[in-house]
């Protein structure tokens, strides 16, 4: 990936983008010299569902936003729980849903805190973070693995301005203002489009539908997740 970057080449990259702090800021540098165009797979993003709540409530309106990821456990052998082959699922997965609560905040972290749940085998696979934007926007994810599978994987609320929003598992939106509207649909979490957009961006010359800073505030606020667990600090910005 990083030789096509220098390249200046279209780069495509499943999330997460790196593995390390050291590899991020690498990226960081070679970027900023080169003309490429890069794009990471945070799909959630690009959901239906997703984009109608930031219709309806506004892209930069100060929000209140709960993540709830239901992930369940898997075998400890598992390669994403290796942290030198999948980087564990913090870094392999829950990275997605830092990305979409910066996103659906509109705005850029200001501080971050995570708390994890003891673990003798030290996953670090059911964690609570809470996050604060520049806009005023507050944002909870918790990316649990001690739950029930039989309980659906993901719930995402979202209130602003009198406005309150339900999403359940990417396959029912529901809208509460005043009175009550419900969109149901065939589970879709953005993945068609986002490779649609992606190539537009391509065809047409435009910029990569994610901008680049988010690219690299996503990664980074992953990494500061792992860093605020170590050290039981808040990560400011």
Not at 110 to 126: I, M
Not at 148 to 153: I, R, Y
Request: glycine content about 8%; some cysteine.
């Amino acid at each position: 990936m990083i030789e096509s970057l220098r390249a200046g080449k279209n780069v495509f990259v499943e999330k997460p983008l790196c593995m390390t702090e050291e590899e991020l800021e690498k990226i960081n540098r070679i970027y900023k010299d080169a003309n490429a165009r890069l794009m990471v797979g945070y799909n959630r993003r690009f959901a239906p569902f997703t984009r109608k709540i930031i219709e309806k409530m506004g892209h930069d309106s100060k929000k209140a936003i709960n993540i709830r990821v239901n992930v369940g456990k898997i075998p400890p052998d598992h390669w994403t729980q290796d942290k030198d082959i999948g980087g564990g699922r913090i870094l392999g997965e829950a990275c997605h849903f830092f990305d979409l609560a910066m996103f659906i905040a509109g705005g850029k972290p200001v501080s971050l805190s995570a708390t994890v749940l003891d673990d003798p085998l030290n996953h670090e696979d059911t964690v609570i973070v809470n996050m604060k934007f520049e806009n005023g926007s507050v944002a909870c994810v918790s990316y649990v693995a001690n739950g029930s599978k039989a309980m659906p994987k993901k719930k995402i609320e979202v209130f602003s301005n009198s406005v309150s929003a339900v999403i359940d598992d990417f396959r029912q939106l529901i809208f509460y203002s005043g009175g009550k509207s419900v969109s149901k649909g065939k589970q879709d979490k953005g993945h068609s489009d986002e490779v649609r957009v992606f190539l537009e961006s391509i065809k047409n010359g435009k910029p990569a539908p994610i901008s680049y800073e988010e690219i690299y505030l996503s990664m980074r606020m992953t990494f500061d997740v792992l860093k605020s667990i170590h050290t039981k600090e808040t990560i400011n910005y």
